[in-house]
């Protein structure tokens, strides 16, 4: 029997209800037996009448209501029915969530969860991955979960921390992704994850991309290259340690991200690379990202928008040859 990257973080959250009373779950469309626009919670309203519970159309309400709620003692997971939507909030979870702890010393556990990334026929609406604006910001954590076995046991720890979690779930991942059972153990949030070795060149990268990395990887060890492949987990705070042994095996650095070019995570790394392993570095250190355009909802075009296989290959050739 195997499980889903969406059914671990149905379980989670199920485990969380049962084993902790302060545990609600809110957000659009998500109570009754529609169980939110992706399913993550069907089943759950059944089990736990009154803590699955619909939320009003606005996204300033919900986060504003779970900071209420979070500062009173309770434990609030948020469901955006798409990342691109919690900019709605932008003001609640920046501004009043992000520094609470700083103004008032009274902790704000919030998890705010972000259906993030692409999937074909979407559009510039609802394929937007925030992480790297929701990580500029002092006082959140930021956690992109690439393994079924991390969207559980990322989602359990999330909720268990006195800071808000910005917790972004891929939803291309939803299905696509399967494991045989769910983990007993995991790294803790703020740990990198080598999930292939290698010594010719360091591909750190998180989320979906983690995947498209580990093919590119397979495809180049048949031409004798071996390339690790570095998973983030968490954008923010960030394993710039993990990150630097990488990259002292491999003496190579290529970042891969699925958001837009301009700053962010892939370019947090390479300044971070630059300024504390630059001695480690045989080539200059280069990145692949979305392009710098609004997201195409034509199937063709949105494959070649995002970084693929071949993109991310293509680069890598490029780095290898110096």
């Known amino acids: 029997m195997s499980i889903t990257y969406l059914e671990a973080?149905?379980?989670?959250?199920?485990?969380?209800?049962?084993?902790?009373?302060?545990v609600y779950i809110y957000g659009q469309d998500i109570a009754g037996k529609f169980g939110g626009a992706f399913k993550a919670t069907k089943g759950l309203p059944e089990q736990f009448p009154g803590r699955v519970l619909n939320s009003p159309i606005s996204e300033d309400a919900m986060i504003g209501t779970a900071i209420g709620a979070a500062i009173e003692g309770?434990?609030?997971?948020?469901?955006?029915?798409f990342a691109d939507f919690s900019s709605i909030a932008l003001n609640q979870i920046l501004n009043?969530?992000?520094?609470?702890?700083?103004?008032?010393?009274?902790?704000?556990p919030i998890t705010v969860r972000l259906p993030s990334g692409?999937?074909?026929?979407?559009?510039?609406?609802?394929?937007?991955s925030m992480e790297g604006l929701y990580a500029h910001y002092p006082g959140l954590v930021v956690v992109t979960p690439a393994t079924v076995e991390d969207a559980y046991s990322?989602?359990?720890?999330?909720?268990?921390?006195?800071?808000?979690?910005?917790?972004?779930e891929h939803k291309y991942l939803y299905y696509h992704l399967k494991a045989d059972a769910l983990p007993t153990e995991n790294l803790p949030i703020?740990?990198?994850?080598?999930?292939?070795?290698?010594?010719?060149?360091?591909?750190?990268?998180?989320?979906?991309?983690?995947?498209?990395?580990?093919?590119?990887?397979?495809?180049f060890s048949a031409d004798g290259f071996e390339i690790e492949v570095v998973d983030l987990r968490s954008v923010k705070p960030l394993d710039t340690a993990t990150v630097l042994a990488s990259v002292a095996r491999t003496g190579k650095l290529l970042c891969v991200g699925e958001a837009f070019p301009w700053g962010g995570v892939t370019a947090e790394v390479i300044a971070r690379v630059t300024a504390e392993g630059f001695h480690l570095l045989d080539a200059a250190p280069q990145r692949v990202n979305a392009k710098d355009t609004p997201?195409?909802?034509?199937?063709?075009?949105?494959?070649?928008?995002?970084?693929?296989?071949s993109s991310i290959a293509a680069k890598a050739r490029q780095i290898l040859a110096e």
């Open 9 to 22: 973080i149905r379980e989670a959250q199920a485990r969380l209800l049962r084993e902790d009373d302060r």
């Open 96 to 108: 009043n969530a992000g520094t609470m702890y700083y103004r008032t010393q009274i902790p704000c």
């Open 118 to 128: 692409g999937t074909k026929g979407s559009g510039p609406f609802h394929s937007q």
């Open 74 to 81: 309770m434990r609030p997971i948020v469901e955006m029915q």
């Open 295 to 309: 997201i195409p909802y034509h199937p063709n075009l949105w494959s070649e928008h995002r970084p693929n296989k």
């Open 190 to 219: 703020g740990k990198a994850r080598i999930v292939r070795p290698g010594r010719d060149l360091s591909i750190v990268t998180y989320s979906a991309m983690v995947h498209e990395a580990l093919a590119v990887a397979e495809d």
């Open 154 to 168: 990322m989602l359990l720890e999330a909720v268990a921390i006195d800071d808000p979690v910005i917790y972004c």
